[in-house]
């Protein structure tokens, strides 16, 4: 094949209405089946005859734009209409991806634009508009700046008679940057198009001419924080622009509308600002965020935010109405409902079904309706706010209605509940039982004797089977665990706690530790230890609580016990004293642990301290007659230092010890050691020998 088929363009909607709808049904079958061709081309084909296909461009134009505009109801109505839209959308796929030089009419704002309105909600139709972008981009932003320029021009001499034109092209171009937010970039470039807009804004005070200008300002602005590298200082310098054109923060500018005010009062451009802000904090945004919301506030006389109204709860009370119940409604009617509320958020739900009732169920027909204000006068006269009714129906019913009376039938038994225990027997039942049973005592069969079941060899290699099966089993050789002297075996005499000294000692110097910083703490500030919520909450308190891994309670629970203790306050006074001159600050030396005697001691009487003297030995008591040593006089109690003046005094000086030098007590006994105790040991070991006759073992 040479050249495809011509494609004829979509003639305007004064020819349409001419033409028979037989005859425009030929027209729509002729149309599916020249698209179906080109889109089944192979890609050779399609690259070889398509850049001379001129026809397909002019289809698609036309098309399109007829399509965008209000008073086409051919190409909306019916299954073969939709079939064409589809058909028209793939075929411009095709063109603007696979060629390597696209058609340029093809690139058009306006085009493109035309694109956006008819697929309003179409993910498919954005995805096509961002990869169209990616690969067109400067023909595309080539074809936004004359539109940018053509619309700045027509603004200015623009006549509030005569506006109708300019409205729709910056309705088309708000779709499009919507559709498109690569493209705000380019519309929002330079401040000659603001000011034009504000200008605009101020010199019309028409409502329907507002909301155009401000809502294409406001997508403009938007798309600058939407796409991969969103461009937050061109956004900060347009707003810095409209803040000193509507004189914000000025108190002698007169307080009247302004585009800017209306943007920020009527949009949501505040909040999605903020919410970029805190992921991308900027104190020049941060700044002009705080003014305008300071200009908000002062201009929400003027504007009101452009939302979906409240639903009204209906209590059924009103007229009844003539629209569907929502439960009638097919789910794919909802769903339009949804699309044309999504750009129109202020229409009830009852006026949108009512729209869509009258453009046969096509969402891209009332959008365009819509947008171009081309509202059949018969429904502009309705309330826009009408919700469908939320009452099933006014009209009375019966809740019980009568029912056919079901064919008699036997009745199937009622299934009765099974357990664990149906197999037990029930003496009462087998009492009430029929069948004349009796509770059998012993064996079965009453007359078996014990000689008849050992002569029984009928189950003999049953038996025997099972038997053989068990012995082999079992495993001689397996030794069982000796458990002679498991504690609980045993009764108790295995000492459990020897096997875990070592975790004992660490438990016990940890405590040690905590004891000591603890008690520095308290050395330090007694106040840190009080129990009210302002030392709860005080920096030194959080700190001692993470060093210690300590709670409030058991803190402050620590001091008390300390404050009744006088002997364990002595004692880390004595710990703390070695550590550095009694401060146990940060410097001093380490202290001496304490080493407890391993020799056995005679226990005391019941109530004694067993640390208060832990040098004692076993055979000396405060009552006893010798004093602190052994053989050293008979008047030791009476007197109170021992039998002569050297005992007492030993005994004075290791009192006096307890609090004073200990270093020089160690030395002194170092310095004896050598020359009286080795000597002592000898003449003891000589009596001994002279007792036992001489003979040395």
Wanted: with cysteine.
């Amino acid at each position: 094949m040479a050249n495809w088929p011509p494609l004829a363009p979509v003639p305007p909607p004064e020819v349409q209405s001419a033409i028979p709808s037989q005859e425009w049904e030929l027209y729509i079958d002729a149309w599916v089946l020249l698209l179906g061709l080109r889109i089944e081309a192979s890609d050779a084909q399609f690259r070889n005859l398509a850049p001379n296909d001129e026809s397909a461009v002019s289809f698609l134009t036309s098309f399109y734009a007829l399509l965008s505009a209000p008073g086409t109801p051919g190409l909306h109505a019916g299954t073969k209409a939709k079939t064409l839209r589809k058909l028209s959308f793939l075929l411009t796929r095709r063109y603007l991806l696979e060629l390597a030089g696209s058609p340029a009419e093809l690139l058009e704002w306006k085009y493109l634009g035309s694109l956006s309105c008819c697929y309003p909600s179409s993910s498919a139709a954005k995805k096509l508009l961002s990869d169209v972008w990616n690969k067109h981009e400067p023909t595309i932003s080539s074809s936004l700046e004359k539109a940018k320029s053509t619309i700045i021009k027509q603004l200015s001499i623009m006549n509030a008679a005569k506006s109708s034109g300019i409205m729709s092209d910056i309705r088309t171009l708000t779709i499009l940057v919507s559709a498109l937010p690569q493209s705000g970039p380019t519309l929002m470039a330079g401040a000659d198009y603001l000011d034009t807009f504000s200008d605009a804004y101020q010199a019309h005070r028409r409502d329907d001419i507002r909301r155009v200008l401000v809502a294409n300002i406001y997508v403009g602005l938007v798309s600058l924080l939407k796409g991969p590298q969103p461009n937050l200082s061109l956004l900060l310098d347009q707003l810095f622009s409209l803040k000193a054109s509507a004189g914000a923060g000025n108190s002698q500018t007169k307080k009247e509308a302004t585009l800017l005010s209306d943007v920020i009062c009527s949009s949501d451009l505040l909040v999605r600002l903020e919410r970029y802000l805190l992921s991308h904090p900027q104190k020049r945004g941060q700044d002009l965020v705080s003014s305008l919301r300071a200009y908000q506030a002062d201009s929400k006389v003027f504007h009101h935010r452009y939302q979906k109204q409240k639903k009204n709860v209906d209590k059924g009370k009103g007229r009844a109405s003539d629209l569907p119940r929502p439960e009638e409604l097919h789910i794919h009617k909802m769903s339009l409902v949804t699309q044309v509320q999504d750009l129109f958020p202020d229409l009830g739900s009852g006026y949108i079904v009512r729209l869509l009732d009258q453009f046969d169920d096509n969402p891209e027909t009332v959008v365009a309706h819509l947008l171009d204000d081309s509202i059949p006068s018969h429904l502009q006269t309705l309330d826009k706010s009408e919700q469908l009714p939320t009452t099933s129906s006014t009209i009375p019913h019966d809740p019980l209605p009568p029912k056919s009376t079901p064919p008699s039938a036997t009745p199937e038994p009622i299934p009765t509940r099974k357990n664990v225990f149906d197999s037990d027997i029930d003496l009462a039942e087998l009492a009430r039982s029929d069948g004349g049973g009796k509770l059998h005592f012993g064996g079965p069969d009453p007359n078996l004797t014990t000689e008849t079941v050992l002569n029984d060899r009928s189950q003999h290699a049953t038996n025997k089977a099972a038997i053989l099966s068990a012995l082999a089993t079992f495993d001689s050789d397996d030794d069982e665990r000796d458990d002679t002297y498991d504690v609980a075996d045993v009764g108790g005499t295995v000492d459990a706690a020897t096997t875990n000294t070592d975790a004992d000692a660490d438990a016990r110097k940890t405590a040690e530790d905590l004891d000591l910083t603890l008690f520095r703490a308290y050395k330090a500030n007694s106040a840190l230890f009080a129990r009210d919520s302002a030392t709860r909450r005080s920096q030194p308190r959080a700190s001692l609580k993470r060093e210690t891994g300590m709670t409030d309670e058991a803190i402050e629970g620590w001091a008390v016990m300390l404050t009744r203790d006088p002997k364990r306050l002595a004692r880390l006074e004595d710990k703390t004293s070695f550590a550095g001159g009694g401060g146990g600050g940060p410097g001093g030396a380490i202290a001496q642990p304490e080493l407890r005697p391993t020799a056995y001691r005679k226990p005391g009487p019941k109530g004694d301290d067993d640390e208060s003297e832990p040098d004692e030995p076993s055979g000396s008591t405060s009552r006893g007659r010798g004093g602190s040593t052994r053989g050293r006089g008979r008047g030791g109690g009476r007197r109170g230092g021992g039998g002569n003046r050297r005992g007492g005094g030993a005994s004075g000086d290791q009192s006096s010890n307890n609090n004073g030098n200990t270093a020089a007590s160690r030395q002194r006994k170092e310095e004896n050691k050598s020359s009286r105790a080795n000597h002592n040991r000898r003449q003891q070991r000589a009596k001994k020998v002279a007792r036992a006759g001489g003979m040395v073992g």
